[in-house]
C-alpha cells in the first residue's frame, strides 16, 4: 500500500542552527500539506501545495520558515534560523486532486524536531 | 474561522466495552465534511471515519460510528467493542467544502486508552 514517505524521522538542533525536512507523498497525489503538532495539541496546517504552486501559506513564519515543491512531487520544509518554540512533530500529507478521495488526507509518519 | 472542540483530554475503557469521544465545531457554513482521525503511538496518522454535511445518515466503519447532530454543531465518535489496539489520540477534523485547498481544522484531541 502506498504511504507518504518522510524523514529524518527524529532531529534535535541547537537553536539558531538550520534545519530541513523532506517529504515524499503518494504517486500521483497533487495536493500537498505540511503541518506543525505540538506536543498533545492538533495538526496546524504550515503550508499547501497544489503540484508545484503554493495554494495556503498564510500560517508559515515566513521570518524563518521556507517551503518548495519544485516539481510538484516531493517537498522540503526548511527552518532556518530554529528556535525554541520550533519543537514540534512536522506531519506531511498529501491528497489526490481527482476521484473519490480527494477529502482525505495521507499522512505520513512525521519529523519530530528537538530544539536545544 | 472554524473552530473545533474536543472537550475531553483523555478516556479509558475496558475492552470490549463502548467508549463515545465529544466534538463540536463552531462554522457558518452549510455544505462540509466533518472527520475522525487515529493516531497511534508512534505511528502515522489515518483516517477512522468521514461525514459529508448534508448527510443526514450517520456514518459508519465497522467498529466505528458517528452521531452527527448538524443543528447542534455535534460530530461524537462511537468506538464499540474495544480493541487494545484502539489506543490512540483521536482528532477530530472540520474540512469547508467550498475551500479551495481542503484544509483540515483540528481539535486539541482525546488520548483513549484500551485497558486489558
Known amino acids: 500500500e502506498a504511504e507518504v514517505a518522510q524523514s529524518p524521522r527524529y532531529k534535535i538542533t541547537e537553536k539558531s542552527q538550520a534545519v530541513a525536512f523532506w517529504c515524499d507523498p503518494i504517486?500521483?497525489?497533487?495536493?500537498l500539506y505540511w503541518y506543525r503538532q505540538i506536543l498533545g495539541q492538533g495538526p496546524e496546517l504550515l503550508v499547501q501545495?497544489?503540484?508545484?504552486?503554493?495554494?495556503?501559506d498564510s500560517q508559515l513564519p515566513k521570518d524563518r520558515f521556507s517551503a518548495e515543491r519544485l516539481k510538484g512531487v516531493d517537498s522540503t520544509l526548511k527552518i532556518q534560523p530554529a528556535e525554541l518554540g520550533d519543537s514540534a512533530m512536522y506531519l506531511c500529507?498529501?491528497?489526490?486532486?481527482?476521484?473519490?478521495?480527494?477529502?482525505?488526507?495521507?499522512f505520513g509518519p512525521g519529523t519530530r524536531l528537538t530544539v536545544l | 474561522a472554524q473552530t473545533v472542540t474536543q472537550s475531553q483530554p483523555e478516556m479509558s475503557v475496558q475492552e470490549a466495552e463502548t467508549v463515545t469521544l465529544s466534538c463540536t465545531y463552531d462554522?457558518?457554513?452549510?455544505?462540509?465534511?466533518l472527520f475522525w482521525y487515529k493516531q497511534p503511538p508512534s505511528r502515522q496518522m489515518i483516517l477512522v471515519i468521514r461525514?459529508?454535511?448534508?448527510?443526514?445518515q450517520n456514518a459508519t466503519e465497522n467498529r466505528f460510528s458517528v452521531n452527527f447532530q448538524k443543528a447542534a454543531k455535534s460530530f461524537s465518535l462511537k468506538i464499540s467493542d474495544s480493541q487494545l489496539g484502539d489506543t490512540a489520540m483521536y482528532f477530530c477534523?472540520?474540512?469547508?467544502?467550498?475551500?479551495?485547498?481542503?484544509?483540515?481544522?483540528f481539535g486539541g484531541g482525546t488520548r483513549v486508552l484500551v485497558k486489558p
Open positions: 461525514q459529508e454535511a448534508y448527510k443526514q
Open positions: 501545495f497544489q503540484d508545484e504552486s503554493v495554494v495556503d
Open positions: 462554522t457558518s457554513e452549510n455544505n462540509y465534511y
Open positions: 504517486s500521483g497525489h497533487a495536493t
Open positions: 500529507a498529501s491528497s489526490p486532486l481527482e476521484g473519490v478521495y480527494t477529502d482525505t488526507q495521507y
Open positions: 477534523a472540520f474540512m469547508d467544502s467550498w475551500d479551495a485547498g481542503n484544509k483540515l481544522t
